[in-house]
């Protein structure tokens, strides 16, 4: 899968992916955190924040569907768009080609809000 903006490529085989217990195994986040590839995730991938929002640019269907939670999490984030997944929910199984939003990236030093307790 593709990491945009840095425009990094990473390759996995299923099933060997180290699980670093944040967001679902293999999630785009497992694949970020395993690739060095920095993507906010401030509940740790629990589905309880919207950090770790990205935008599928291309191979949404090699991404695992969004469930209701995951949905209405989204509703919340910011700048959200018809593409938006949130990377510890989706599930990569294939080629997948995902941005990483400027908005996010900063999201912390800008001082988003949290609705974290
Ligand atoms: S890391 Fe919080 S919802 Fe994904």
Same mark, same amino acid.
């Given at each position: 899968?593709?990491? %945009? ?13 180290? $699980? ?6 293999? @999630?785009?986040?497992? +694949? !970020?955190?395993?690739? &060095?590839? =920095? %993507?906010? =995730? !401030?509940?740790?991938? @629990?589905? !309880?924040?919207?950090? *770790? =929002? ?9 991404? @695992? ?12 984030? !910011? ?7 949130? #990377? *510890?929910?989706?599930?990569?199984? #294939? &080629?997948?080609? +995902? ?7 900063? $999201?912390?030093?800008? #001082?988003?809000?949290?609705? %974290? #307790?």
């Amino acid at each position: 899968m593709t990491f %945009l903006p840095e425009n990094r490529t990473v390759e996995f085989e299923s099933g060997k992916l180290p $699980y670093d217990e944040h967001g679902k195994p293999e @999630s785009i986040l497992d +694949v !970020a955190i395993n690739s &060095d590839v =920095h %993507l906010e =995730h !401030a509940c740790g991938g @629990s589905c !309880a924040c919207t950090t *770790c =929002h990205i935008i599928v640019l291309e191979g949404e269907n090699n991404l @695992s569907p969004a469930d209701d939670d995951e949905l209405d999490r989204l509703d919340m984030a !910011a700048g959200l768009t018809l593409r938006s997944r949130l #990377g *510890c929910q989706a599930v990569v199984k #294939g &080629d997948v080609r +995902v941005e990483i939003p400027g908005w996010n990236r900063n $999201y912390i030093s800008e #001082g988003g809000k949290s609705t %974290l #307790g």
